[in-house]
């Protein structure tokens, strides 16, 4: 499903953001992405989601080969591509359900599709209740909720989530865990990049390992 092939990524300025990374994940698993602020792991994804592009190597994605994608195509990679980071970025004069539907809106769904998705996803991270209220109206906790509910509402096979419970305590990190295990239980394909420890112990998924650029540690779950 995703394919790291001695990826390395160099920024103008000359830092070696990745070296050499190599690493495989299957279709429907579940991973974090550790290391120390600064390892690489935003870039690993940015990479991933061809937000940014790497210097050297290959990675592909399903069956797309990054290195051979034109600007055309990057679109419609990105509708297998959820992508939920550490602040939720939601847009603070539209509504729950507006800001969920905006990738199916972008995508060109009938309203009658998009109001069907929508509510069975607010449904799924329980916020139904709440798809008329403003993003300032919510906590830091629901307003996570919204932004994985708009990565996740065009249903697409990967979700690619950055420090997704930084800011929260650790009950609600909790809580937003579930949600990802929810998902990847329907067959959705997780990587997760994160630094908090006490979070990754807490359940059993593989660990892909990064120290200043390189891969250490990426075991495969048996």
Known sequence: MI???QVSKRYANGF???????????????????????????????LIAAIET???????????????????QIPYL????GIILQTPNLLRDRTVFDNVALPLV??????????SRVRAVLT??????????????????EQQRVA???????????????????NLDPDLAGEILCLFEQFNRLGM???????DLGLINSVKHRRITLAEGKLIDAPVTA
């Open 54 to 72: 790497f210097t050297q190597g290959q990675i592909i994605v399903g069956k797309q080969h990054l290195k051979n994608i034109s600007p055309r």
């Open 148 to 166: 994985i509910a708009r990565a996740v509402v065009n249903k697409p096979s990967i979700l690619l989530a950055d420090e997704p419970t930084g």
């Open 189 to 195: 394909t997780i990587l997760i990049a994160s630094h």
């Open 106 to 115: 972008i995508a060109g769904y009938s309203y009658k599709e998009i109001t």
């Open 16 to 46: 070696l953001a990745l070296d050499n990374v190599n690493f495989h994940l299957e279709a429907g698993e579940f991973a974090f992405l550790t290391g120390h602020s600064g390892a690489g792991k935003s870039t690993l994804l940015n």
């Open 124 to 141: 799924k991270v329980s916020l139904i209740n709440k798809e008329n209220f403003f993003p300032l109206e919510l906590s830091g906790g």
């Open 78 to 81: 990105r509708r297998q591509i």
């Open 3 to 5: 394919e790291l092939q």
